[in-house]
């Protein structure tokens, strides 16, 4: 905006000394006239080469005019190479051609596991759907318990994580997939593609990466988790929450019947991969959530900063 205004006033005050100054007027007509004439003579010159060129390009000018077509080899070549450099420098960067290769030089299972097929995430789902999600699954756990008040329950769906998730402030929760791990998401992207593709179940990314503050928000409920900060494989983009999306809504309740055998599908199916699936724990079941163990992993502050860094390098 300071350029424009500058260049308005600059054009204001150069039109205002032609309009008062005769002097400056009759030099700039004279200046002008004078490099008329060296206008055309050069413009004739250059169109004269221009005719010697096209006629040297004759195949009965080769012996006489061998010179000049020697340009035209250098003007093709010019061109050939400016095309090359424009279109290096003006091709987009595919993430997923960069993921792939990421994939092919530190994780060769994987890759040979996806054979060469890159997946895409899906888009980010609605957070209102969450939301309602939420309290649905709140609403039916009320009438659960209410229902074996008194009971002696050994359902080993007791300890759900969502109340969790109800309590706590939803801004914090990363429902993005760019800070996950390429050696994770894509084991992660195959299990989705498997349980829609077999079993008819659509996946919905409930949490990937989270912040150590919300993991020791999360930490204070020993029903949820008992992992703090920098001891999930949340912090490292390794570990993901997730539900289903069934007409249009998500769930999330495993005292849902159609979403608990979903939940048993979603385990074998990403075990099969390489993942360890949280419903096989024996303290607290979640049966939303997955992992990748990587080997050698260490669970520092360093390690976090490292690999998701690793991550969005890759996005980007």
Not at 250 to 269: C, F, H, K, N, T
Request: charged content about 20%.
């Amino acid at each position: 905006m300071i350029f424009l205004i500058f260049f308005c006033f600059t054009c204001l005050a150069i039109g205002l000394a032609f309009l008062m100054s005769y002097e400056l007027r009759s030099r700039s007509k004279d200046f002008v006239l004078s490099l008329l004439p060296q206008g055309r003579k050069q413009l004739n010159q250059v169109r004269q080469f221009a005719q010697t060129m096209n006629q040297a390009a004759a195949p009965e000018k080769l012996q006489s005019h061998w010179h000049l077509q020697q340009w035209w080899i250098v003007i093709a070549g010019f061109f050939l190479f400016a095309s090359i450099l424009v279109f290096a420098f003006t091709r987009p960067i595919s993430s997923t051609r960069i993921e792939a290769e990421y994939l092919k030089k530190t994780d060769p299972q994987i890759y040979a596991l996806l054979n060469g097929e890159i997946l895409s995430p899906p888009p980010e789902v609605d957070e209102s759907l969450i939301e309602a999600a939420i309290v649905e699954a709140t609403q039916l756990e009320q009438q659960y318990s209410s229902q074996n008040s008194g009971a002696i329950n050994s359902s080993p769906i007791d300890n759900t994580s969502f109340d969790g998730r109800a309590i706590l402030d939803t801004s914090l929760v990363d429902r993005k997939w760019s800070k996950m791990n390429p050696r994770y998401k894509q084991r992660l992207l195959m299990v989705f593609k498997i349980m829609k593709e077999q079993y008819g179940y659509e996946l919905v990314l409930l949490e990937g990466y989270r912040s150590p503050t919300r993991q020791n928000m999360l930490a204070g409920n020993p029903n949820t988790t008992r992992a703090k900060g920098y001891q999930s494989y949340h912090q490292f983009g390794l570990a993901a929450d997730v539900a289903f999306k069934r007409n249009g809504k998500v769930v999330i309740s495993e005292r849902d019947p159609w979403a608990m055998q979903g939940y048993r599908l979603y385990g074998q199916v990403a075990e099969s991969v390489g993942l360890t699936w949280g419903g096989r724990w024996k303290s607290i079941q979640d049966y939303g959530h997955t992992e990748f163990r990587m080997p050698g992993l260490r669970k520092t502050q360093e390690m976090a900063e490292k690999l998701i860094a690793e991550s969005l390098n890759d996005i980007n």
